[in-house]
């Protein structure tokens, strides 16, 4: 398996909904929403997309992915109303929607927005060396999206009718949009860089990550991960430091201790059993890295997402 695969097999995507919304003439909105992940898909026309001081134009069959955009506005294109209507105002909570948004003039857009809550601590770090707003993928002008022009397509064709599975087919489309998104962003970061997600075209980086993913209960040592990586000892740790920030174990603690967070908040498994499925060998050692981390211990953290009205539930999400 890939490093991005692996980087991705934990996080879930989950309460995706989806609106088609039409404009005309000078129309606009505002979006204000923590912890969401938004893709926008133009079925017609043109518009902007404003995030702070980041401006993407987006034209008919782009795919475009806001990954931390806790506030947008959207508008026509040359027209920019300060104080645009907040959307949330006009949804209802139904999973789609058609959303007519007409001031004077001939309309002008017609695009599809989707918005998915997702699995905080399994994309924090992705999240965050991620811009704002991603290359937007063109399903028009790029041949290598020839599968996601049919997944575009049969969007399309769900947002227009009635027919059951509905939600299934809208949160297969958010994870594959979402994959396809990453990896473009990814391939196309310069040499330069300095984000950690260089290690995933690191040819010999992403074979230690890939271990780590796939077995992060096993007593790993710096060896063992050079062996993995085909490097030595000393060339391998300082490599990994250069480009993920942190040594190779540190990565190791901290992938652990998310993801024993992701299963205190799915609640099916014990916390003894949590602490042997993350690689800690008893059960107070693992109370002890885990309060470092989160400030409580791990029964504590699962009494926090039982009293939630609306916990993260693993059987409502979309598993990349």
Known sequence: MDALSVLLQNVNLYETKYYRINGAGNWSYSITKKDTIFFYLVLSGSFTIDVGHDRREAQMGDVIMLSNAHQHVIHAQGY????????????????????????????????????CQYDKEMLRPLLSVLPSILPELNTDSDARFGVIDVEVKLLTLESAHERMGRTAVI????????????????????EATDSWLKAIKDPFLTKALVAMHNAPEKNWTINQLAEVAGMSRSSFAQRFKDVVSMPPLTYLIDYRLRLAARYLRLQQNSISRISEIVGYASDSTFSQAFKRVYGVSPKAYRQQYQKNTSPYVDTASSKL
């Open 171 to 190: 949160n297969h489309w958010a994870s594959i949009m979402m994959v396809e998104c990453l990896r473009v962003y990814i391939e196309s970061l310069p």
């Open 80 to 115: 920019h109303k300060e104080d645009a209507q907040p959307l949330e105002d006009l949804l209802s909570n139904s999973y789609e929607q058609t959303i007519d948004l007409r001031a004077n003039g001939d309309p002008n857009a017609s695009l599809i927005l989707i918005k």
